[in-house]
Nanobody, 120 residues
């Protein structure tokens, strides 16, 4: 399984970005998809996850109401729509494939990450 993120960049506080994750390979083995992020000097933290069907979604409290995770199984794509961005959202964002959970060790497959910087 290969995961490739895109869509990161520099945005002003209050702005929006949409991250995309393209999955390829033996994706039938993936039960769920998630997004994590990591800032310099901090541990990788959970952002959001979505079940295989897309019927279940969970979010970190810090992004609830601002971020939306979605997926298009026909295109093998997962998205993270980020609105009302704050400077503290600045991080490298990683797409992950594995089991539906908030913990990184539940995910077996990881992308290379995409940088999101929120700054004026």
């Amino acid at each position: 399984v290969q995961l490739v993120e895109s869509g990161g960049g520099l945005v002003q506080p209050g702005g929006s970005l949409r991250l995309s994750c393209a999955a390829s390979g033996s994706i039938f083995s993936i039960n769920a998809m998630g997004w994590f992020r990591q800032s310099p000097g901090k541990e990788r933290e959970f952002v959001a996850a979505i079940s295989r069907s897309g019927g279940m979604k969970i979010y970190a409290d810090s992004v609830k109401g601002r971020f939306t995770i979605s997926r298009d199984n026909a295109k093998s794509m997962v998205y993270l729509q980020m609105n009302s961005l704050k400077p503290e959202d600045t991080a490298v964002y990683y797409c992950a494939g594995g089991n539906y959970a908030r913990v990184s060790h539940a995910y077996n497959y990881w992308g290379q990450g995409t940088q999101v910087t929120v700054s004026s």
